[in-house]
């Protein structure tokens, strides 16, 4: 049983930082799909940052490139969300997700989700 557990979220000032943490469990493939995802309420849960675990490769939503920055410790299983110069309209409900079939932007074809964390940005 796959699982995947966020912390790392709370209130900050806008022009604060973050870092988000999703630990996983249950797997010990190298090579899949982890990612970020958010939602505000009202909204879609959009892709901010994917990472292919087995290349390296990413691919960031312009709405933070250049202020947030994914990245992975494999010793520890836990994918990492560092975000910098955070600003109200980046408050949401933060989503870690992980696929070992797709790696896309699509969070439908993300079959395991963490539960959420949520990240509150106050001008």
């Known amino acids: 049983l796959v699982q995947l557990v966020e912390s790392g979220g709370g209130s900050v000032q806008a022009g604060g930082s973050l870092r988000l943490s999703c630990a996983a469990y249950?797997?010990?493939?190298?090579?899949?799909?982890m990612g970020w995802f958010r939602q505000a309420p009202g909204k879609e849960r959009e892709a901010i940052a994917i990472?292919?675990?087995?290349?390296?490769?990413?691919f960031y939503a312009s709405s933070v490139k250049g202020r947030f920055t994914i990245s992975q410790d494999n010793a520890k299983n836990t994918l990492y969300l560092q975000m910098n110069s955070l600003k109200p309209e980046d408050t949401a409900m933060y989503y870690c997700?992980?696929?070992?079939?797709?790696?896309?932007?699509?969070?439908?074809?993300?079959?395991?989700w963490g539960q959420g964390t949520q990240v509150t940005v106050s001008s």
């Open positions: 990472m292919n675990t087995g290349d390296g490769s990413t």
């Open positions: 249950g797997y010990a493939s190298s090579d899949y799909c």
């Open positions: 997700a992980a696929s070992f079939h797709y790696c896309t932007d699509l969070s439908h074809l993300f079959p395991y």
